[in-house]
């Protein structure tokens, strides 16, 4: 099992960054993606940015170029940098973890989520 504890949402101005970090704790050998998730009011979850252990990205199209993910592995945490806010990105965000168990399967662990509010 892999555990997450997300911190660095709030309220920001439009134009404004704010940086979210997400650290895992559990079986973290077994992680093999981590990224970003994000849910708005009255839509489905969807996918902001993932990055893999071997450092691939995946961004959705509204965050390429304003929203770069990292990770550092030897901290086990994965930050996402949010910069040129805009009101649309208001979510709760979700940090994910791709993970293997003894069956070879990926499963999927979340955090409790973040609020990120931006106001125009």
């Known amino acids: 099992q892999v555990q997450l504890v997300e911190s660095g949402g709030g309220l920001v101005q439009a134009g404004g960054s704010l940086r979210l970090s997400c650290a895992a704790s559990?079986?973290?050998?077994?992680?093999?993606?981590m990224g970003w998730y994000r849910q708005a009011p009255g839509k489905q979850r969807e996918l902001v940015a993932t990055v893999t252990n071997a450092g691939n990205t995946n961004y959705a199209d509204s965050v390429k170029g304003r929203f770069p993910v990292s990770r550092d592995n030897a901290k086990h945490t994965v930050y996402l940098q949010m910069n040129k806010l805009k009101p649309e990105d208001t979510a709760v965000y979700y940090c994910n973890a791709a993970y293997y168990r003894s069956d070879y399967v990926l499963y999927d662990s979340w955090g409790p989520g973040t609020q990120v509010t931006v106001s125009s």
């Open positions: 559990g079986s973290i050998f077994s992680i093999h993606a």
